[in-house]
T-cell receptor, first 118, second 114 residues
Framework: GAVVSQHPSRVICKSGTSVKIECRSL??????MFWYRQFPKQSLMLMAT?????????EQGVEKDKFLINHASLTLSTLTVTSAHPEDSSFYIC??????????????FGPGTRLTVL | AQSVTQLGSHVSVSEGALVLLRCNYS??????LFWYVQYPNQGLQLLLK??????LVKGINGFEAEFKKSETSFHLTKPSAHMSDAAEYFC????????????FGTGTRLAVRP
């Protein structure tokens, strides 16, 4: 139980285009989802926290207009990188936390999405 | 504010040897502490966590960690390394007051020599 998926696993796009990454909780209802980015050989940096049905809370230094987060249902959150540039190339990882049981006590991580902007 | 320091970005051990990955934290309130493992191009998998209660925590794959408040440490150990343990390991801290947001250390890459 408590499985989180991400789609796509890899994406390559041209500079200036927008890319959408999906994060789904497959077997539990995710009341809270977190989005992280990870640069090569570095740690995970929290970008934003989203609660179902409300606006995301962004960490300091993260541009909310560039990284659009939508958490429209209890099983799906999306991250859209708008007008992507090469410096946005990174590994994006989501995690989800539920409201009951095991999923309430810890975050479950998706497998990540490797974004490459040419 | 909370933070995590992982000493040693790279650790190399022989197969069968003791694994010790160091983690020190800083928190003004009681912390929740976690160890995660990440294999290449994959997300994170929880190895173990400490919230309250027993300070020696046992996790998956034979790993364990001990919460030492006096030393503000949460070092990860495994008595005998296996080749499959080669991965990146992250220590993380969260607190109730931070809304359970995880703050990660910079990670330690574990290599296991045959």
């Amino acid at each position: 139980g408590a499985v989180v998926s991400q789609h796509p696993s890899r994406v390559i796009c041209k500079s200036g285009t927008s890319v959408k990454i999906e994060c789904r909780s497959l077997d539990f209802q995710a009341t809270t989802m977190f989005w992280y980015r990870q640069f090569p050989k570095q740690s995970l940096m929290l970008m934003a926290t989203s609660n179902e049905g409300s606006k995301a809370t962004y960490e300091q230094g993260v541009e909310k207009d560039k990284f659009l987060i939508n958490h429209a249902s209890l099983t799906l959150s999306t991250l859209t990188v708008t007008s992507a540039h090469p410096e946005d190339s990174s590994f994006y990882i989501c995690s989800a936390r539920g409201r009951t049981g095991r999923s309430y006590n810890e975050q479950f991580f998706g497998p990540g999405t490797r974004l490459t902007v040419l | 504010a909370q933070s995590v320091t992982q000493l040693g970005s790279h650790v190399s051990v022989s197969e069968g040897a003791l694994v010790l990955l160091r983690c020190n934290y800083s928190s003004s309130v009681p912390p929740y502490l976690f160890w995660y493992v990440q294999y290449p191009n994959q997300g994170l998998q929880l190895l173990l966590k400490y919230t309250t209660g027993a300070t020696l925590v046992k996790g998956i794959n034979g790993f364990e960690a001990e919460f030492k408040k006096s030393e503000t440490s949460f070092h990860l150990t495994k008595p005998s390394a296996h080749m499959s343990d080669a991965a990146e390991y992250f220590c993380a801290v969260s607190t109730k007051s931070s809304g359970d947001k995880l703050t990660f250390g910079t990670g330690t890459r574990l290599a296991v020599r045959p």
